[in-house]
């Protein structure tokens, strides 16, 4: 091989080389590009979790929000009938205790 040659096929080597640095570095790029990515997408995972249990607690407390109208109402219910029941009883009881009353003179 001649001088000219080798000087070539050193010329050829160095061109190959630069480019394959070239490549190389931009797979580094790359490779931290998708390193943030993955980070970022485990992050995104985690914080979705925690997103999934804060609607839960909130379905929950919604349900009891719904909930309590119905019940206040159901109460009051109630207790307007043990009124109406007990005011009925107390009558009946008032009337009975003033025949006898009547009824001892």
Not at 11 to 39: C, F, G, P, V
Not at 42 to 67: A, F, H, P, V
Not at 70 to 82: F, P, V
């Amino acid at each position: 091989m001649t001088d000219e040659e080798i000087a070539v096929k050193l010329n050829s080597h160095e061109h190959e080389i630069k480019s394959a640095k070239h490549r190389l570095n931009d797979l580094e790029i790359q490779h931290k590009t998708l390193q943030e990515l993955a980070l970022s997408v485990r992050e995104l995972t985690l914080n979705m979790g925690i997103m999934m249990e804060e609607q839960k607690r909130q379905g929950c407390d919604i349900e009891k929000l719904k909930s309590e109208p119905g019940e206040s109402w159901g109460n009051m219910k109630r207790t307007i009938i043990n009124t109406i029941v007990g005011a009925g009883a107390g009558a009946i009881a008032t009337g009975i205790f003033y025949a006898i009353a009547q009824n001892i003179r």
